[in-house]
C-alpha cells in the first residue's frame, strides 16, 4: 500500500520561510521522480518544483531562487524549503512521485503567507 504523508504547511508572514516535507512509504523511493505542484483557489494547478531520482532539479521560473527541492532516498522523503516567501505563494501544496506511467499524490498541505 502507497502512503505520501505531507507537512510543514502554516501561516507565515511574507518574507518567512518554510520546510514542507513528503514521507513516502510502499513504493521503491529511488526510482521515482518527486514533485512539488500548488494550487491557489480558483486557479489551475502548477508545477513548483522537480527532482530526478538522479537528483537532477527544475524550477518554475516563480521560485528560482528562492526555494529548494531536495530528497533523501534514506528516509523516504522530499522537501521544498521556501524562503522569501510572498503573498502569492499563498496555495495548497502537493507532492507528486512519478515513474513511467505510475502517479502518485500527497494530501495537499496549506501554505499561507500574509501578514
Known amino acids: 500500500q502507497v502512503q505520501l504523508v505531507e507537512s510543514g504547511g502554516d501561516l507565515v508572514q511574507p518574507g518567512g520561510s518554510l520546510r514542507l516535507s513528503c514521507a513516502f512509504s510502499?513504493?521503491?523511493?529511488?526510482?521515482?521522480?518527486m514533485g512539488w505542484y500548488r494550487q491557489a483557489p480558483g486557479k489551475q494547478r502548477d508545477l513548483v518544483a522537480t527532482i530526478s531520482s538522479g537528483g537532477d532539479t527544475k524550477y518554475a521560473d516563480f521560485v528560482k531562487g528562492r526555494f529548494t527541492i531536495s530528497r533523501d532516498n534514506v528516509k523516504n522523503t522530499v522537501y521544498l524549503q521556501m524562503n522569501s516567501l510572498k503573498s502569492e505563494d499563498t496555495a495548497v501544496y502537493y507532492c507528486?512521485?512519478?515513474?513511467?506511467?505510475?502517479?502518485?499524490w500527497g494530501q495537499g498541505t496549506q501554505v499561507t503567507v500574509s501578514s
Open positions: 507528486n512521485a512519478a515513474w513511467r506511467s505510475t502517479a502518485y
Open positions: 510502499g513504493i521503491i523511493f529511488g526510482r521515482y521522480s
